[in-house]
């Protein structure tokens, strides 16, 4: 996958499916033919099918899911693997949310069989690094996030790393209406490609697409877009509103 400019908006545990199919419909009449953009839709996993149908003849749009097990199948009650997101047309999965580290104790060890059964089937990783608040008061930002990356990346190959999308998401920004300023996001996107030349090279770097997240919206999103390193957004609580999210779209 060559470097992207890219939009996905992370509906988290929010909508009915009537709700959903009218977000889906209204996000689509608005940019469906702003096919520089890649659009990525990731709702809960019931509507995943339904939305699916939606997007198929749409222009560059594209679907994910939240989530998927460590397993390909079996006695894991509740669960969902990669396989079944691929056969209902899933290109992305979130691998390593914040929330998924913090409310459901997910660990790198979690995030590698995640992002091994994720490319078996042919979805791409959208792998998730941040801080805390505390990391960064404390000055351990780049170290925190290097770790993060290092742990999860040294099990990868190049051909398998030419599929992740990585996002960054400041633990202290995701829904707090607290934004990282774009000179915070431009500096640790750069750093984050410094960290994917020192393992992988400067050229695999060069390509891959970095994403931000946290607070991100339709009245900052042109400013983030602008660095040089931000390849677009990771959007939650402005993805749930269709003027909002078209709006962040057209931030490029
Ligand atoms: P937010 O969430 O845009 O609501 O801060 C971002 C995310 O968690 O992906």
């Not at 749409?58 to 994910?64: A, D, P, R, S, V």
């Not at 996107?189 to 970095?210: K, M, Q």
């Not at 991100?216 to 402005?238: H, M, P, R, S, Y």
Request: proline share 2%; with cysteine; hydrophobic share 40%.
């Amino acid at each position: 996958m060559s470097r992207q400019k890219i939009v996905a908006g992370n509906w988290k545990m929010n909508k009915s499916l009537q709700d959903a199919k009218m977000l889906v419909e209204m996000i689509t009449n608005q940019v469906n033919d702003f096919d520089e953009v890649t659009k990525i839709i990731i709702p809960p996993f019931p509507y995943l099918n339904t939305i699916s149908e939606q997007l198929a003849k749409k222009e560059n749009f594209f679907l994910g899911a939240q989530n998927c097990h460590t397993n390909a199948n079996g006695a894991f009650t509740g669960e969902v693997s990669a396989n079944m997101l691929n056969s209902v047309g899933c290109h992305y999965v979130l691998v390593g949310h914040s929330e998924r580290r913090q409310y459901f104790k997910e660990k790198e060890a979690d995030f590698v069989l995640k992002i091994k059964e994720a490319l078996k089937n042919n979805i791409s990783p959208i792998f998730c690094v941040g801080e805390t608040i505390h990391e960064r008061k404390t000055d351990n930002h780049f170290k925190v996030i290097t770790e993060q990356l290092t742990t999860v990346l040294k099990e990868f190959t190049v051909t398998e790393f030419s599929k992740f999308i990585i996002a960054y998401e400041p633990v202290w920004a995701i829904g707090t209406g607290e934004t990282a300023t774009a000179a915070q996001a431009q500096e640790m996107h750069a750093f984050i490609r410094g960290i994917i030349t020192d393992i992988y090279d400067s050229a695999i770097a060069g390509n891959v697409s970095i994403l931000y997240g946290g607070s991100c919206n339709a009245q900052n999103a042109q400013e983030l877009f602008a660095c040089k390193d931000v390849d677009g957004g990771l959007i939650g609580g402005a993805s749930l509103n269709a003027d909002d999210f078209c709006k962040i779209i057209f931030s490029f």
